[in-house]
């Protein structure tokens, strides 16, 4: 359940009054996913940050995308979580996390400037100095994530997702994993939900979040796009489009969807309007750890779509050959229903006129 | 901040005391930028400004070998606010170097999904970011003087919009609290579910593909549109004239506040909206369609518009270097060295750029960002222009309105305007807006710019819904055009990203990509110094520009400054810095030697 409850939550306060959200979009990114995230509307960034929502403490949200304040008077909070003085706070990491060892000066990604070298602070070295404070550390998108586009060969920076960089075993001082929400970019409200969900958790008010063996939220990715796609019903009676533009199953034409683990057919891209596959955009897998060179190229079929396909086309030929009779015969109406002088529905009337 | 970091030019301004600023990062934008300052406070102005970025993904290095077919997925990731036009750019780059040309009613698709994007990001960034700059809250604390004028000045279009007075508007803007702020907040989301009918997903679309799109057209789908539009429709009629009242009064309280991030008129727009009854996406014919597009591409020096014609703008960019972390590529390879009307392309030229990441120390005196410096070379003076976009809308409608070719009923360009046609919504009756081009390239008529935008992108949204509902009833629904990927190609692709010019430009060889390099609006608005010195056009404009902040350097805001920065709409989806120092004095200048003293430093 994402929320906790509202009984629970009026009868018990928060184990604190304040909570802090800082938000890094410094990694190798796009700020898609903070961009993405202001679409949100279940529940809404403004929804949290107002206290819509019943049982949160008052949360603080700091990420340079809606931020009032710029430069040091923004960066201020940065410099307090590292010293342990902004408590508790959830760290948020955006983009994907360049190697910066692997050459001798200058930077690939930084925020702010040391005051001592007048040189940039990279992202790597906020990482080190926010991560052992943080309550707990979530990944927004596919690049903090897994590493997503700017970790795909033949890349200059050595980008690596978050996991990769703290080591897979990593825990919060609070004893949480990372939680990865992936996505490229995240899918609105699944990011405000998991967020929503770990507020919820650090004031005590839930229990551990439950995450499946890539970090994800499993009552998000617990299902294939496949599964919640309305175009499944085509797979099924083995009708595939064979060109963009129509509304068949896509698998034929670059979907991946039976195989990633994404719930964008079901949930729909914002209140349920758009998507993917469902409307006609192929899935290039962007949630996934393989994400995206496995995919590559995306409007090429997927190698294990050919065997499967062509059984489907076979099978479902025949489903639908039966269906089609069922079908018509669901297009026409009862034979009673007519304008006749006569009465065929079966009832006997006893005072009609005769 | 150390003085490690200065810059090394001298200033020449008669300083009583140069302070140096910095701020790092600028919030409230997309991406990491860095402004470093040298401000005169006794003669309140900025004497010196470089620009900044501090991140560096790659895409140019790590598309080669690539299937073309993948460079829309991969380009869309480029920018986390306005992806779909990166998408977009690279879409049209392909059926060029493909020779496909989409069926109408895909181009219909695209330009109502462009439409929406432009809707929606005018929208958030005008009021939820740059409309932070002039709240309550902000101008209470930069200038108090003027938030009292405000409380006692009427708002000239209060029966339009609601507001009674300015000080009103401005507390509707701020943050989270302020009504009118969570009302835009509210539309950009409604924007965004009309971008996702058409394209699928925001902001990485899903339903784009070279030959066409994959969305299927209904009348469900374009009713949703519709209805939702006509909702934006209706807020536009209150939204131009409220930010019509808000940058009429800073003119007004602030005299002279037209200097504040102006600049020499140097504005490139590359056009949007393709005409699918003239586009074919042939390079040779480029010059006829570009001058089709619904938005006219050009570029405009002084005043005066220097061409409209695509191929001009194309064989006329050059990307320089001079304080950037890159090696040159002059010795690189050549890919394209003329294009297909026999026009020589430059070494400098994006078809034959190689980029060569050289990650090295931040020096202001040397290399100092990780933007390039793009910039347009005039034949005519022979000069490398380092042209601005105006945040988008300023240059679009700059250029638009002095070709005088966009007539649809709803926008009519008409030489020195361009008129807009709002039909009558639910509780408004139809409304002409007229823009007007002003008198100055500076920070308030960038912004005020992109508020026309916003409209002018409805009103052709609306005019898209009727084409296309017309090819619906017509019966003529495909939305893909079938192409084989040549083994040898070149292909570019003209579109506005939502802040201004882009391109992207590619070359297929073997069937792969040989080379790929997109430029987005932000690397000519915020690139630094160029091999001949020519600062960049954010470094420009804050450059000079007069201060009416009323804090001293103890609690400097640099709001001004921020105005000028923001006013270009800055997305550097990179990393950005900005960061105010505590105002560290570098000099105390009295005399004419203390200055050349400080000119050499």
């Known amino acids: 359940m994402a929320v906790a409850p509202v009984a629970i939550a009026a009868h018990r306060p928060p184990d604190v009054k304040e909570i802090h959200l800082v938000w890094m979009t410094t990694g190798l990114g796009c700020d898609g996913d903070s961009v993405s995230t202001t679409a949100a509307t279940l529940p809404s960034i403004e929804d949290v940050v107002m206290g819509a929502i019943p049982g949160l403490p008052k949360v603080h949200v700091h990420n340079p995308v809606l931020a009032y304040e710029v430069g040091d008077d923004f960066m201020k909070y940065w410099y307090l979580a590292a010293e342990g003085k902004l408590d508790p706070f959830v760290l948020v990491l955006e983009g994907s996390v360049p190697n910066e060892k692997i050459k001798k000066e200058g930077y690939w990604a930084a925020m702010g400037t040391d005051s001592r070298t007048g040189q940039p602070i990279t992202t790597n070295e906020w990482i080190d100095r926010l991560a052992p404070k943080a309550a707990a550390v979530v990944c927004a998108g596919t690049c903090a994530t897994y590493g997503g586009i700017h970790a795909m060969e033949g890349n200059p920076t050595g980008a690596m997702g978050l996991a990769d960089y703290l080591g897979w075993k990593w825990h919060s001082k609070l004893g949480l994993p990372i939680v990865n929400v992936p996505g490229c970019p995240v899918q609105p409200d699944n990011m405000m939900e998991t967020l929503l969900y770990l507020l919820y958790q650090v004031a005590g008010l839930a229990p551990m979040i439950p995450l499946d063996d890539q970090l994800r939220p499993t009552w998000l990715f617990g299902k294939t796009v496949h599964e919640g796609c309305d175009r499944g019903g085509y797979y099924e009676e083995g009708v595939f489009a064979h060109e963009y533009g129509q509304p068949e199953c896509l698998v034929k034409i670059g979907c991946w969807g039976p195989v990633v683990d994404c719930n964008v057919t079901k949930r729909g891209w914002m209140d349920g309007i758009g998507g993917c596959p469902n409307v006609g955009g192929i899935c290039i897998a962007c949630t996934m750890p393989g994400f995206p060179d496995k995919f590559m190229p995306f409007m090429d079929p997927p190698p294990g779509s050919m065997v499967s396909s062509n059984i489907s086309r076979i099978v479902g030929g025949i489903i639908r050959s039966l269906r089609a009779i069922t079908h018509h015969a669901a297009n026409k109406e009862p034979s009673w229903r007519h304008s006749r002088p006569q009465l065929t529905t079966g009832y006997r009337p006893k005072h009609y006129a005769d | ?601």
């Open chain 2, 1 to 601: 901040m150390s003085t490690a970091t200065l810059p090394v030019t001298g200033t020449g301004s008669h300083a009583e005391n140069v302070v140096e600023m910095s701020w790092d990062p600028i919030t409230r934008i997309v991406g990491s930028l860095g402004i470093y300052t040298k401000i005169d406070f006794a003669s309140k102005k900025v004497v010196e400004c470089h620009s900044t970025s501090s991140i560096f993904r790659g895409y140019s290095i790590f598309m080669k070998n690539k299937d073309p077919r993948d460079t829309h997925f991969i380009t869309s990731r480029i920018c986390g606010i306005c992806g779909d036009n990166h998408a977009t750019c690279s879409v049209y780059a392909q059926n060029m170097a493909y020779g496909v040309n989409p069926p109408p009613m895909a181009e219909w698709i695209i330009n109502l999904g462009e439409a929406a994007e432009y809707m929606f990001d005018h929208c958030i960034f005008q009021d939820n970011l740059v409309g932070v700059d002039f709240c309550e809250m902000m101008v209470r604390e930069t200038n108090p003087g003027v938030w009292e004028k405000a409380k006692q000045t009427e708002a000239p279009h209060a029966g339009d919009h609601g507001y009674r007075t300015i000080a009103e508007i401005m507390t509707a803007l701020n943050p989270f609290e302020g009504e009118f702020y969570r009302e835009t907040l509210q539309m950009s989301r409604l924007t965004r579910e009309m971008f996702c009918l058409m394209e699928g997903r925001h902001v990485h679309p899903s339903t784009l593909y070279p030959g066409g799109v994959g969305t299927v057209p209904s009348s469900q789908l374009f009713t949703d549109y519709l209805v939702r539009l006509m909702k934006y429709i209706e807020f536009m009629k209150r939204v131009v004239p409220l930010h019509d009242d808000l940058f009429d009064f800073f003119y007004e309280a602030l005299p002279g506040y037209e200097q504040v991030g102006q600049r020499r008129v140097l504005l490139g727009c590359w056009g949007s909206f393709q005409d699918p009854d003239i586009c074919d996406y042939n390079y040779k014919t480029m010059e006829k369609w570009g001058k089709a597009m619904f938005v006219t591409p050009g570029i405009v020096v002084d005043g005066n518009l220097v061409t409209t014609s695509l191929i001009d703008i194309n064989v006329g960019l050059r990307i320089l270097l001079g304080s950037s972390y890159y090696e040159d590529w002059e010795q690189s390879e050549t890919f394209v060295s003329q294009d297909p009307l026999g026009n020589p392309i430059d070494q400098r030229h994006p078809w034959n750029q190689t980029t060569i990441p050289k990650p090295q120390k931040r020096d202001f005196g040397g290399k100092y960002t990780w933007v390039m410096s793009p910039r347009w070379f005039d034949k005519r003076t022979g000069d490398h222009l380092a042209l601005d976009t105006g945040g988008g809308p300023l240059a679009r409608l700059w250029t638009t309105a002095l070709a005088g070719l966009v007539n649809i009923g709803y926008v009519q360009a008409t030489g020195n305007s361009v008129k807009i046609v709002l039909p009558k919504s639910a509780m408004k009756p139809e409304v002409e807006l007229e823009w007007k081009i002003p008198k100055w390239s500076n920070a308030i008529e960038r912004d005020r710019a992109r508020t026309y935008f916003q409209a002018y992108a409805a009103a052709c949204a609306y005019y898209f819904v009727e084409r296309a509902m017309k090819e619906l009833h017509a019966g003529r629904t495909d939305t893909f055009t079938p192409f084989r990927v040549p083994d040898e190609a070149i292909g570019c692709g003209f579109h506005e990203a939502v802040r201004g010019v882009l391109s992207h430009h590619l070359v297929i060889r073997g069937g792969k990509v040989a080379n790929y390099h997109p430029y987005p609006p932000t690397p000519w608005n915020a690139s630094p110094r160029d091999v001949f010195g020519t600062p960049g056009p954010y470094e420009d404009a804050v450059q000079d520009t007069p201060l009416f902040e009323e804090n001293g350097p103890e609690k400097f805001k640099g709001i001004d400054i921020m105005r000028t920065v923001r006013s270009f709409d800055p997305c550097l989806p990179c990393g950005v810095h900005m960061y105010l120092g505590n105002g560290k004095v570098l000099e105390q200048v009295h005399t004419p030697t203390a200055l050349a003293g400080l000119a050499k430093k």
